[in-house]
Structure formats: C-alpha cells, structure tokens
C-alpha cells in the first residue's frame, strides 16, 4: 500500500495556521509585565517566530536600539520550543521544551527573572 501523495490545497491551509500563531504571540505581548509602553516586533525566523523589542533599559543595547527577546519555534504535536537570547554569548538558549503556546507566551510575558526582556 502506497502513502497518499501530499495536497498541494494542503498548504493555503497550513499557511493561516502558522499566522494564527504569529496573531496569539502579538495578542499575548500586550499583557507582558516588562517594557508595556514600547511595541515589540513579531517575525517568521527560521520555522519560528522572533520576538525582537527596543531596548530600552540600554541594559544590552546603550542606544537603546532594537534586540532579540524571544525564539518560539514549533515541534511536534502542538509543542513548542521556547529561546531566550544570550545577549553576552550571542546565542540562543533553550529555556523549555515541549511546552504549549500558551505556556511559553506566559513564560515570556511574566519573565521574573528578566531572562527575555533584560
């Protein structure tokens, strides 16, 4: 028995859906508790999103110019994969795995220990 071939009417589909994601994490970013009054940017970056903000503790950035916050990539079966970035390494880090939309957007939006809006 072969696979079925996959629908090329497949992808419009798929395409609304990972921009209903994209709409769930700006909704999410305007309850943050960190930074409230400047508007962070939400991008595709690589399979993910990329949740860049101004920074404006010039903790990272002296002129208080633009950084990446957060890397939220899907897995598998509706879990996520959740990065902050390691401004003084430059790299992303993973904070949690197999977490729920929902669960990372929490993650990002409480942030007690300013590991995603420094």
Known sequence: MQAAAPDRH???ARSRVVELDGARIRRALRERR?????????????????????????????????????WLVPAS????????????QGCWVLKAAGV?????????CEDPRREFWP
Not at 37 to 56: A, E, K, T
Not at 100 to 108: E, I, S
């Open 10 to 12: 497949d992808a419009p």
């Open 34 to 70: 960190r930074y409230r009054y400047v508007q962070p940017r939400v991008r595709r970056l690589g399979l993910g999103w990329l949740v860049s903000s101004p920074n404006c503790s010039r903790n990272i950035d002296p002129l208080g110019g633009e950084i990446p916050v957060a």
């Open 77 to 88: 079966h509706g879990c996520w994969l959740l990065h902050a970035h390691d401004h003084a």
């Open 100 to 108: 729920t939309l929902a669960q990372a957007l929490q993650q990002v």
